[in-house]
């Protein structure tokens, strides 16, 4: 709301309008009874203008009436441009063009037909005095709503910095979300994952001491230690990055390490069929990292909760999409349960396939019907206990299926 209250400039101006009165009372010596009036209306005036800022409309026509009034009573002259230009400008500024305009145009018509019927010569009328107090009426109008304008485009680059300021404010806070979103599934991930391959070769170290088999046992001890060392480097990055610790990080995990994970979950007894189709040595990192990820939390809920014997995970690539599945052949899901896409680990598979524009479909597979991998002669790289050179497959008990697709078209490398 704009402030109302007269101001220093306001003061200075109505002083100016009552000055210029006094002048010209000065100049034209009327009798003591007129000087006195002339001052009066002067100050009349200059009162006008202070009630202008507050009241532009009724000061602009209360201006007209005294000014009219002021030649009524023959005091001395002092033009119309001059004693109403003070109020002409504070109403234009206040906004009010259109009333201003119309005003100095009536003073001026009224000022005409009166000076012509006093016998004035039109020429000098019309062409020199008429002309300079329309010119400066017309002034100071204009002045007026330049200034308004000058003052509404300062205050609109003003909420524009603010608003920008605000939404920068509110992308930091987007960006600080996003960050800790990614932190928890990194974290999530890594620890779910590792306790799972844990649990499983702890299982297999205590049954091997229990049939005296040290080889075994050595075996899956050898599995925990590793997959804990992976697991701390991991935790040890993320820690850093919180903390913002200078010096090397552990590299995000990637497609390339995806034969690592696998071959950590075999040695705790599950059968894992690693299927590679297509080019993949030119994915993006970011992709390869969801890729290992989205592995990493079906593998994880495979070992958690499916009881199954054997996972495939297939993994097509074309120059546009990739194609991401794996099947199982344990209980399948169950109302519910982690598998039912109500658990984390689900929720945040799907949000970070949804980062890069993709779509996650999970569900029970029906025996018989499990499409695990199809691939051209001489087009399927195979890690695993399997090679698969095409062909369908199965899952015996229903199982599960974690279907992944990912755009490749825009995302950076």
């Known amino acids: 709301m704009p402030d109302t209250s007269p101001t220093r400039a306001d003061a200075l101006l109505a002083a100016a309008t009552l000055g210029l009165v006094a002048v010209a009372v000065a100049a034209d010596r009327p009798a003591p009874g007129g000087a006195a009036l002339a001052v009066v209306a002067g100050a009349v005036l200059g009162g006008l203008v202070l009630g202008a800022r507050r009241w532009p409309l009724p000061a602009l026509l209360a201006t007209a009436v005294v000014i009219l009034g002021y030649y009524a009573l023959d005091l001395p002259p002092v033009g119309v441009a001059a004693p109403a230009a003070a109020v002409l400008y504070r109403v234009s500024e206040r906004g009010r063009v259109v009333p201003a305009a119309v005003v100095a145009g009536s003073l001026l018509a009224v000022s005409l037909v009166a000076r012509l019927a006093e016998g004035d010569d039109i020429a000098v009328v019309?062409?020199?005095?008429?002309?300079?107090?329309?010119?400066?009426?017309?002034a100071v109008i204009a002045l007026g709503d330049a200034v308004r304008n000058r003052r509404s485009l300062r205050a609109a680059l003003v909420r524009q910095a603010i608003a920008a300021d605000e939404e920068r404010h509110r992308e930091a806070a987007r960006q600080v979300e996003a960050e800790r979103l990614r932190i928890a599934r990194e974290v999530h991930d890594t620890l779910g994952h590792t306790m799972s391959v844990i649990t499983l070769q702890s299982a297999v170290a205590r049954e091997a001491l229990t049939d005296s088999d040290p080889a075994q046992a050595e075996s899956a001890l050898a599995a925990i230690r590793s997959v804990s060392g992976s697991a701390m480097a991991e935790l040890r990055?993320?820690?850093?990055?919180?903390?913002?610790?200078?010096?090397?990080?552990?590299?995000?995990?990637?497609?390339?390490?995806?034969?690592?994970?696998?071959?950590?979950?075999?040695?705790?007894?599950?059968?894992?069929?690693?299927?590679?189709?297509?080019p993949v040595d030119t994915l993006p990192?970011?992709?390869?990292?969801?890729?290992?990820?989205?592995?990493?939390?079906?593998?994880?809920?495979?070992?958690?909760?499916?009881?199954?014997t054997r996972v495939t995970v297939t993994v097509r690539a074309t120059p546009g999409r990739l194609a991401l599945e794996v099947v199982d052949d344990g209980r399948g899901g169950r109302p519910g349960g982690p598998t039912s896409g109500r658990g984390q680990g689900l929720r945040g598979m799907a949000?970070?396939?949804?980062?890069?524009?993709?779509?996650?479909?999970?569900?029970?597979?029906?025996?018989?019907?499990?499409r695990t991998g199809t691939a051209a002669a001489g087009d399927t790289r195979t890690t695993g206990e399997t090679t698969a050179t095409g062909g369908t497959g199965t899952s015996g008990g229903g199982g599960f299926r974690v279907s992944v697709h990912l755009p490749l078209a825009g995302v950076a490398a």
């Open 237 to 278: 990055a993320t820690l850093g990055t919180l903390r913002r610790e200078p010096g090397p990080r552990e590299p995000v995990p990637g497609f390339d390490q995806l034969p690592a994970l696998v071959d950590g979950v075999r040695r705790g007894g599950l059968a894992v069929d690693l299927r590679v189709e297509g």
């Open 126 to 138: 019309v062409g020199t005095e008429l002309g300079s107090e329309g010119a400066l009426l017309l």
């Open 351 to 370: 949000e970070r396939v949804a980062l890069l524009g993709g779509t996650v479909e999970t569900g029970t597979v029906e025996t018989g019907t499990v």
């Open 285 to 308: 990192a970011v992709v390869g990292s969801t890729v290992y990820r989205v592995v990493q939390e079906a593998l994880t809920n495979v070992l958690r909760h499916a009881g199954a």
